[in-house]
Structure formats: C-alpha cells, structure tokens
C-alpha cells in the first residue's frame, strides 16, 4: 500500500512541476508578444514617466517586464484620485493581435458603469472586475476623466487573462465618485 502511495505522490509532484514549467514558458512567449507588438507599432519606450505628463503619440512608459505599458492618450481635468476613492471605469479590451475585442466603453455596452476602489498599496482582488494593472494605470492617469492606451501582463490582469496567460491592450478611463 505504501508503495502505491509513494508512486502517487511521485506522479503528482512531476505534474505540478510540468505544470510550473509550462506556466513559465507561457508567461515568457506573453513577453515575447508584448515585445513583437511594441516592435511592430514603433512604440518608443520611455523608462520614466515624462516630467510635463506630456506623452508623444508613440511614448509609452514601461518600468519592466511585469508591469503594465502605459501611454497617457488625455489628460484628466477632474478631481485628482486618492487612495480609498471610489472609482467609475469604463475599458475596451483588444487582443494584441487586434482580432478581438470586448467593450465596456459606453452605457450601451454595460447599463451600469463598473464602479472599485482604487487602493494601489494593496494587492487588487483578482476577478474579473479588477486587476493590479488597473490600479496602476489609474495611479499614472492621475485625474478624473483621463484616458490611457495600456498593455496588462496576465499576471497583473484580470482572471480570465491570468487564467488564460493572455496579456491585453485597454483604452480605458476612469471617473472619481464623489464622496
């Protein structure tokens, strides 16, 4: 019976070691994608936010290779966000291919604006509602009503991304809720 028992768990530790390993090669092809789309848009990426806020049309903010790529398209001219403010988002999802898409932009395509609480120093509950490349985009546009092109690494996206180890392109904005 033992014997049975040990090759059991011999099984199961080499499948989640397989399993492991075919998570890492995937999230390293995500950054491979990521890379190839940047190259094929002649994106320029900037490794600091710019000191006027100002983003030319191909400036795109990068820290690293697990954080979000991101490019200020508009400037907010509301309220400046704060950590506990409850948030409005509004999101069109691209793949990087550009084959699909799912839009969440207007009241037509979802009756109610998705409303979070933007809380960066904490890890965002990952659902599909709420990702850590949210938070951070919202804490780089700064203002109520800014608008921003950003690239999402699963790892900091949402579920079905993570799930799926899919990054994806977002136009999205937010509006800060009054208290």
């Not at 950590?83 to 009756?111: E, F, H, M, P």
């Amino acid at each position: 019976m033992k014997k049975y028992i040990v090759i059991i768990l011999a099984a199961f530790a080499l499948f989640a070691c397989e399993s492991s390993k075919n998570y890492s090669v995937q999230v390293a092809n995500q950054k491979k994608k990521i890379k190839e789309y940047i190259a094929k848009h002649n994106l320029n990426i900037l490794s600091s936010y710019p000191k006027d806020s100002v983003f030319k049309p191909a400036d795109y903010l990068w820290e690293n290779e697990d954080s979000i790529v991101f490019h200020l398209t508009q400037k907010g001219n509301g309220r400046e966000v704060k950590v506990g403010d409850i948030v409005q988002v509004r999101w069109v999802q691209y793949t990087l291919d550009g084959k699909d898409s799912v839009s969440y932009w207007t009241t037509s395509d979802l009756s109610f604006p998705l409303e979070i609480m933007y809380n960066p120093n904490s890890a965002a509950e990952r659902n599909n509602l709420n990702c850590i490349g949210w938070q951070s985009a919202i804490g780089k546009m700064k203002h109520s009503g800014a608008v921003a092109d950003i690239i999402i690494p699963s790892p900091i996206g949402l579920l079905h991304a993570f799930n799926s180890v899919t990054a994806y392109r977002y136009k999205f904005t937010f509006l800060v809720l009054p208290k």
